[in-house]
Nanobody, 124 residues
């Protein structure tokens, strides 16, 4: 199994910045991609940013030019630098990892794993 631990959420004023971090641990054979999603009450979880093991990135249109995703393959970590934050960025942010991990006795399988979520609130 894979465990994801997030940190860095909080309260920030509009126009401010926050940095989210996520560390993956467990019986990981390979991480194919990591990313950040967010969710507000009554809405579906949506992709914010994603980065593959090869370094390819994609961003939601609403955050392009303001958010930057980065990773450290050696440490199995991913970070999200969020600048020029807006009230509409307020949400619970979830770390995601698409990883190949040990399952059962000696088996390997690719699955999506999720962190517990961290609250980001943008308000004056």
């Amino acid at each position: 199994q894979v465990q994801l631990v997030e940190s860095g959420g909080g309260l920030v004023q509009p126009g401010g910045s926050l940095r989210l971090s996520c560390a993956a641990s467990g019986s990981i054979a390979r991480i194919n991609a990591m990313g950040w999603y967010r969710q507000t009450p009554g809405k579906e979880r949506e992709l914010v940013a994603r980065i593959t093991s090869g370094g390819s990135t994609n961003y939601a249109d609403s955050v392009k030019g303001r958010f930057t995703i980065s990773k450290d393959n050696a440490k199995n970590t991913v970070s999200l630098e969020m600048n020029s934050l807006k009230p509409e960025d307020t949400a619970v942010y979830y770390c995601n990892s698409r990883a190949v991990a040990v399952v059962g006795i000696g088996g390997l399988a690719e699955n999506d794993y999720w962190g517990q979520g961290t609250q980001v609130t943008v308000s004056s």
